[in-house]
């Protein structure tokens, strides 16, 4: 028992960032390399993340979960890496970099704390999406200080009375007045909402269904706009989520993204991007698993030898390593087809997203069920990835709406 409790004391917050370079010293654990194909660029920009996750992010993990803390400070070093506005043109102070630049860097991130990062690939999004359907001057105002993260967006689509995976039927409600629009109505499940200083809506200016809505940001302080109870979550704990009310909004005709009645189609466009990004945080929450499960194989004893050498948990870990990496070639071959603007990359998108963020569950699950009952103590990394990425099945469209808009390209319907 002794041994026991020494060696639990010892491993617990051993990260998954602390194994992997570990294992990169080992030269092991080659044939999950997550920088397996990339080129020099890439690498270097995946190791300047990974570090940023070891240092930075792993060792409040757990803290940050546990107290529900919103990391600002954390996301303001990591923004000064350029993971402010990773895929936001550099003239407004973005880093420029392609869609599958953004997936490795999420992915390394996440490694260190998925709750975190995944705000962080929502906050990207909205950079995106005022960069690009935003006019010159939106473009000024607005992304700087997203990019610096001196201010946090927030992205509001999903709604309380019944439009979330149905978002063309959403009812917040903009009637124009003059140059300025009146906005009411509430979104739900926001996360940041409460704590971010921006927020990019969805709402309705015109008649029913997708062509009668229309993208407006609004800034924190906005008269009228105000925020619910902050939800308690299973996972997803360092980053707040709130439902955001808006009463009487008066909202200048100015802060309209694109025209009236493009709003479904920027949130579309947003959401495919995000689709990737979520995914890639599934895909470092499931790597580092990964290695957590190897480490406890190696260690932990079991009638009288190291559960390393029981077959059955051999396969298992064998199927994890194969289901990762199929999961990663998804994500990234989604990536580069959305960057090249492919006619087929909604598809890929949803595809990868399904595939990576079931597979992925799956693969952290099996890692917390390998640790027996160690695996179901707070004091272990790998409950907090179970936790933080099981949500990523149900947002950026649900999986079945994923399998939805694959049914319907295959079939046209």
């Known amino acids: 028992a002794g041994a026991a409790m020494a060696w639990r004391a010892a491993s617990p917050r051993l990260g998954a ?13 080659s044939c999950i390399d997550p920088s397996a194909g990339l080129t020099e660029e890439q690498k270097e920009f995946q190791k300047v993340a990974l570090d940023f996750a070891t240092k930075e992010m792993a060792p409040h993990m757990a803290e940050w979960d546990e107290k529900e803390i919103f990391p600002v400070e954390t996301m303001r070093k990591a923004a000064k890496l350029g993971f402010g506005g990773i895929y936001v043109r550099p003239d407004v102070g973005g880093s420029g970099l392609s869609r599958l630049d953004t997936s490795i860097i999420f992915e390394a991130l996440s490694t260190g704390c998925t709750s975190t990062t995944a705000y962080m690939s929502i906050h990207n999004m909205c950079a995106w999406m005022i960069d690009s359907f935003g006019n010159e001057e939106q473009r000024h105002k607005f992304c700087p200080s997203l990019c610096s ?9 999903t709604e309380p009375a019944g439009s979330g995976s149905d978002a063309a039927s959403l009812l917040t409600s903009a009637k124009r007045k003059g140059d300025t629009y009146i906005l009411n109505g509430s979104k739900a499940f926001i996360s940041g909402g409460g704590d971010t200083d921006v927020y990019v809506v969805m709402c309705r200016t015109g008649g029913p269904g997708p062509k009668g ?9 906005t008269p009228g706009l105000s925020f619910g109870k902050k939800e308690k979550k299973v996972g997803w704990n360092s980053q707040p989520t709130r439902a ?7 909202v200048p005709v100015e802060n309209r993204l694109g025209a009236e009645g493009q709003g479904f189609s920027i949130a579309m466009k947003g959401l495919n991007g995000g689709r990737i990004n979520i995914a890639s945080c599934s895909l470092g929450a499931a790597h580092a698993s990964v290695l957590l499960a190897q480490e406890h194989l190696t260690v932990r004893k079991q009638f009288g030898e190291p559960l390393a050498n029981n077959q059955y948990l051999q396969f298992r870990l064998a199927e994890m390593a194969t289901r990762l990496v199929a999961a990663r070639l998804m994500v990234r071959n989604a990536a580069r087809a959305l960057q090249e603007g492919r006619e087929d990359a909604a598809v890929l998108c949803s595809m990868a997203k399904l595939f990576a963020t079931d597979e992925c569950f799956a693969i952290c699950n099996q890692a917390l069920q390998m640790h027996g009952g160690y695996g179901y103590l707070k004091d272990y990394a790998v409950q907090q990835f179970v936790r933080d990425i099981r949500v990523h099945q149900i ?14 390209n295959l ?3």
């Open 17 to 29: 960032h602390l194994l992997l370079s570990r294992h990169r010293r080992r030269g092991i654990a």
């Open 149 to 157: 993260m001196e201010k946090f967006a927030s992205y509001c689509l």
């Open 213 to 221: 809505i229309s993208c407006l940001v609004l800034e924190k302080g």
């Open 244 to 250: 955001v009310i808006f009463e009487d909004c008066v």
């Open 395 to 408: 947002l950026e469209g649900t999986n079945e709406v994923m399998r939805m808009i694959v049914a319907r």
């Open 411 to 413: 079939l046209q319907v």
